[in-house]
């Protein structure tokens, strides 16, 4: 380390130190204009390693202060929350309590300093204080407004916010009542004080067409048009590609070479060649859109790319990372047109050995475009679909069969896992009206195209660590033991067996035991979330689900920024420029990769809300309808359970199991009638009616079936109601959510003599 990181945090350190900016702290240790270049990079290497951080209004601290704590908040709706310590994201068993009281106006994905209390928790949880706010997760927030006693409010959409928000003087930015709007927070709201806001976009009526889409995009801060800049660049480069110049490529055009993506996939970035040499030898190329070639380091469209990092995959639709002039034009591998390409050629041997790869920057023209579904029927039965598809296609689609299915059992041998988490797709009409939803197929022409790209990232990630070149990797961080151990004894609840819960092969075994079983949803999301989150980092920590220790993502630069920077390394390499390979600077890559984990992240949750927002708007229409339903979770407080024709989830709370009292048996993951005996168990098969939807707070309540009682908003009951995660085991006496007494008391219960003390529930 350069002198000045010692110099750095020495004056962070000091009692004198007031938080300053980068070109003050420089003034303050007398920085001269020649040494300007090393304090910034000793400043950015510490800021890398976790000592200091810089806010986002760019003031400077140490990481951790003595005696403070720094953590992301998770805020639950009855008003307290838990700090995740920063430097053990993934390590729940360390959070820490904090009151509604203590946690002042600090919001759920807050960056805060708290100061450790002494414990007064049954549970002897660490308890603490939030001290300040070191960094909002985000100020923007959507909500339906209303006028009342001569003012503006708004109503946050979700859970976030207890109380409507005011945004002043009625009628701002023309909003009218019911109209979804887009705030600005001026005030954040607390125990002591309520929130102040100002009103800064109109979206639309509430309900409409469209306006839950754009709520969505807004309230996750999604990009959404591109600046002039960056169209005008891809206008350019377009107008500039000449398909004619196969200069310094491969020439593959003659080849044989198809894509298999979705029926209504937006962009085509890969495709397939396929052939066995006399020695029993494949030979695969995996040949992937070069988007490398119009997008140059450093321009308009690199920024724009850098700063979304991917695209976002709406229900109704795309936004993309690109414009639509490269993304779905000549970036895109479409049928009968020559496209410039990243090719990773590889020799396996009969075995499924990798022998050998080569990189090209190469040229090819696809010959057969597929959609997932038709590709099995022609495997199965080619000679009903001889006019369908030419001799050479019908041959290579059997070349990819076969050599596909044995890469994916010498896959599995390894040790590799598949969790079966099926997508929800959801169904619109020609006027954008949700119809339904469904969950999508997978089948083996899936499964065809996933070997193949896993083979492509995992010979380009073996290429560039021999070349022991810094590059982004995709990691897959070993799970934490205990996690595990708590899963076995998940599993064992449900009556399976694990045999090790440390082997790959004894997971995997437990997952296809489950596979055609009710269960199969609850188990496969329990392991889940047994296991860390995958994430774009440059340290060498390899893919545990894969079994594999190097690995990366190179096989979709269009819609991903990493494969992107991928692309440009093993362009260099096809050129035969390994020495002029480009060097990031590794403190600039590793915080490029942070941010593309985190755009990732952003872009899933936002895809998984508006599912959920979509579905819950078809469920509105359908207040009384019959659904056939699986339990896909069991808490203290009722059981979640998805519909098994519409996979929409909600809860059957348990004041609407009105027939008994009903007590929470945790190990069997059940809720059990005192008298009758009735058990409503993970997994099981219940039906239900659709009792109450609460768009805005993405709130779904069912009752049972053959009864009266509809789910009522009860102050009392609905105040701590959270949104909770199915499969998630509650401690004993529920210490999740230590305010929620649900499954430790009956409810109304005349009978019961000892308040607080008795297991049973009422309905």
């Not at 090209?360 to 057969?368: K, L």
């Not at 309808?625 to 359970?641: A, H, K, N, S």
């Not at 105040?719 to 499954?743: H, L, M, V, Y």
Request: net charge neutral; aromatic share 6%; hydrophobic share 40%.
């Amino acid at each position: 380390m350069s002198t000045f990181g010692p110099q750095i945090l020495g004056l962070l350190d000091s009692p004198e130190y007031h938080p300053a900016k980068t070109s003050q702290l420089a003034k303050q240790l007398g920085v001269t204009k020649q040494q300007v270049a090393e304090f910034k990079e000793a400043l950015d290497e510490l800021i890398e390693a976790g000592l200091v951080r810089k806010q986002e209004n760019g003031i400077l601290r140490r990481r951790t202060a003595k005696g403070l704590v720094a953590g992301i908040v998770r805020r639950a709706a009855a008003g307290f929350g838990f700090l995740t310590l920063t430097d053990a994201p993934n390590d729940r068993s360390r959070d820490i309590y904090i009151s509604k009281e203590d946690l002042k106006d600090a919001q759920s994905g807050d960056e805060v300093m708290i100061q450790l209390l002494p414990s007064d928790r049954r549970d002897g949880k660490p308890r603490g204080r939030v001290v300040e706010v070191l960094q909002r997760e985000t100020h923007t927030f959507v909500g339906t407004y209303f006028e009342q006693a001569g003012g503006g409010f708004v109503r946050v959409d979700g859970t976030v916010f207890t109380d409507p928000i005011s945004v002043g003087d009625p009628g701002a930015k023309g909003a009218k009542p019911q109209d979804k709007v887009v705030i600005e927070m001026l005030r954040f709201p607390s125990h002591s004080q309520v929130g102040e806001a100002v009103l800064t976009q109109v979206l639309g009526q509430r309900g409409q067409p469209g306006v839950d889409t754009l709520s969505i995009i807004h309230e996750f801060g999604l990009p959404d048009e591109f600046p002039e800049a960056v169209l005008a660049e891809a206008r350019e480069q377009a107008s500039q590609f000449d398909e004619t110049n196969l200069a310094g490529r491969l020439d593959l055009t003659g080849e044989t070479i198809i894509t298999i993506d979705p029926v209504d996939a937006r962009d085509f970035d890969d495709a397939i060649s396929l052939h066995k040499s006399s020695d029993g030898h494949w030979h695969l190329g995996v040949h992937i859109a070069d988007v490398s070639h119009f997008v140059p380091v450093g321009s308009a469209l690199d920024q724009e790319a850098q700063l979304r990092s991917t695209s976002v995959y709406l229900p109704d639709r795309v936004l993309p990372m690109l414009p639509e002039i490269l993304s779905n034009g000549l970036a895109s591998l479409q049928q009968g047109h020559v496209r410039f390409t990243k090719s990773a050629i590889m020799e396996f041997s009969a075995e499924g050995v990798p022998i050998h790869t080569e990189f090209a920057n190469s040229a090819i023209r696809v010959v057969q475009r597929f959609a997932y579904e038709q590709v099995m029927p022609i495997i199965e039965q080619p000679e009903l679909h001889r006019k369908e598809v030419s001799p050479a296609v019908n041959d290579l689609l059997q070349r990819m069969y076969e050599f596909a299915m044995l890469l994916r059992k010498r896959r599995f041998k390894r040790g590799s896992l598949e969790l079966s988490m099926p997508e929800i797709k959801i169904d619109f009409n020609d006027e954008g009206k949700v119809t339904g939803a469904h969950t999508a197929p997978h089948d083996a022409s899936h499964e065809i195209i996933e070997e193949f790209m896993l083979a492509a990232n995992i010979a380009v990630a073996t290429a560039l660590n021999d070349l022991r070149f810094p590059f982004m990797r995709r990691a897959h961080g070993d799970p934490d033991e205990l996690k595990l151990r708590k899963f076995s004894e998940f599993a064992a609840t449900l009556g399976l067996t694990l045999t090790s819960f440390q082997s790959r092969h004894a997971l995997q075994a437990l997952l296809n035991e489950v596979q055609d079983k009710p269960i199969r949803q609850s188990v496969n999301y329990a392991l889940l979330r047994s296991m860390k989150q995958a994430e774009y980092t440059i340290e060498e920590i390899g893919h545990y689900a894969l079994a594999e220790e190097q690995y990366c993502h190179f096989t979709s630069p269009i819609r991903r920024y990493p494969d992107l920077t991928i692309h440009r390394l093993v362009g260099a390499i096809a050129a035969r420029k390994k020495g002029k390979l480009p060097k990031p600077d590794v403190v600039v890559l590793a915080t490029l990769a942070k941010h593309c984990s985190a755009m990732e992240r952003r872009a899933a949750s936002a895809e998984r809300e508006l599912v959920k927002v979509k579905l819950l708007t078809y469920m509105s229409e359908r207040i009384g309808e019959e659904l056939d339903t699986i339990i896909t979770g069991v808490q203290d407080f009722g059981f979640f359970c998805q519909g098994t024709k519409i996979p929409a989830e909600g809860m059957v709370h348990v004041t609407a199991l009105n027939d008994d009292y009903y007590y929470f048996d945790e190990t069997a993951h059940s809720l059990i009638g005192r008298r009758s005996g009735v058990e409503y168990r993970l997994g099981s098969p219940v039906k239900v009616v659709v009792a109450r939807v609460d768009i805005d707070r993405r709130q779904l309540d069912f009752r049972l079936a053959g009864t009266n009682l509809v789910t009522a908003v009860d102050p009392v009951v609905d105040a701590p109601r959270r949104q909770a995660t199915p499969n998630r085991k509650p401690s004993k006496d529920n210490k999740q959510f230590p305010q929620q007494k649900f499954g430790k008391q009956r409810l109304n219960d005349p009978k019961s003599k000892k308040k607080g003390k008795s297991k049973k529930k009422k309905r």
